[in-house]
């Protein structure tokens, strides 16, 4: 591991360069370029071409379909389990949506130029990320679904539960005004669900900061998306079951990516 691995984390943190054959994660590290991946950055603006292909490590990624009138609406979530410029492997031009960074971190980039050039995905590569691609095109329907048919209430777990399962901490920085906008719906919707939650100690909020107090009250109140997007995530990257995942606060985060994608938990 080389000084920029030791500060950005290793690539292997990413689910889906962990799944690479060894041969071909080889090839790819040579063009790998770590990179801090600061709260707000927009990565991809919708329409466009990226410039890279992201694979985050600790940073927190929304996709979002924004209206011509500036409003806007989460239709998926990226962190260590994906990847960030879908276009680039389906060779299909431009993004659909506009990619922000929410959640400060890490990650790696490779420049589109290199994937042009002659670094294409193929063979268990390109089944692995077709597939990551796939399970993406489902978390932003069941999203769809979410915000038509579910309870602000139901949303905000579902959101919360995805930004804990993505982070290394059990705290999270979200506003109400923030998790409104992530969701389409109303400030004040998002401040009565949450006042309901503390009340009830499944988080603690204080400053723009949610604190998660109890993991399973979250998967309890829930609306049953969060937990069909994970198992098709699941379903469609049988790989990672075979590949162990970063050590985040195990006992903070019982039931995450760690343990639904059949990986051992390793805290140390």
């Avoid at 490779?110 to 994937?115: F, G």
């Avoid at 995905?121 to 769809?144: E, K, R």
């Avoid at 719906?185 to 909020?205: F, H, K, N, P, T």
Wanted: with cysteine; proline share 5%.
């Amino acid at each position: 591991m080389n000084a920029n691995d030791r500060y950005h984390g290793s690539p292997s943190l990413n689910f889906l360069l962990r799944a690479f054959p060894a041969a071909d994660r080889a090839r790819w590290d040579e063009q790998l370029q770590p990179v801090a991946l600061a709260a707000g950055t927009v990565l991809c603006e919708a329409g466009e071409v990226p410039h890279d292909l992201y694979f985050p490590t600790t940073a927190i990624v929304s996709s979002l379909s924004v209206t011509h009138g500036g409003a806007s609406a989460e239709i998926a979530v990226v962190g260590h389990e994906g990847l960030v410029g879908i276009s680039l492997v389906l060779r299909g031009g431009s993004e659909p949506n506009r990619s922000v960074v929410q959640g400060a971190g890490h990650g790696y980039r490779v420049a589109a130029q290199e994937i042009r050039n002659g670094l294409k995905p193929a063979g268990a590569v390109l089944d692995i990320l077709l597939g990551y691609c796939q399970s993406l095109f489902a978390q932003a329907a069941q999203t769809a679904v979410c915000i038509r048919h579910h309870s602000i209430e139901q949303q905000l777990c579902r959101r919360l539960l995805m930004a804990l399962d993505r982070s290394s901490s059990n705290e999270l920085a979200m506003t109400h005004e923030l998790a409104g906008s992530l969701l389409g719906v109303r400030r004040e919707g998002v401040s009565v669900a949450a006042l309901r939650l503390q009340r009830d100690g499944a988080i603690s909020y204080n400053r723009g900061r949610i604190r998660i107090l109890r993991r399973g009250q979250l998967e309890q109140r829930a609306c049953e998306c969060y937990h069909l997007a994970r198992t098709e995530y699941q379903r469609l990257l049988p790989a990672g079951r075979a590949t162990a995942p970063p050590p985040y606060a195990p006992e903070q985060r019982a039931s995450t990516w760690t343990q639904w994608a059949g990986c051992p938990v390793n805290p140390h």
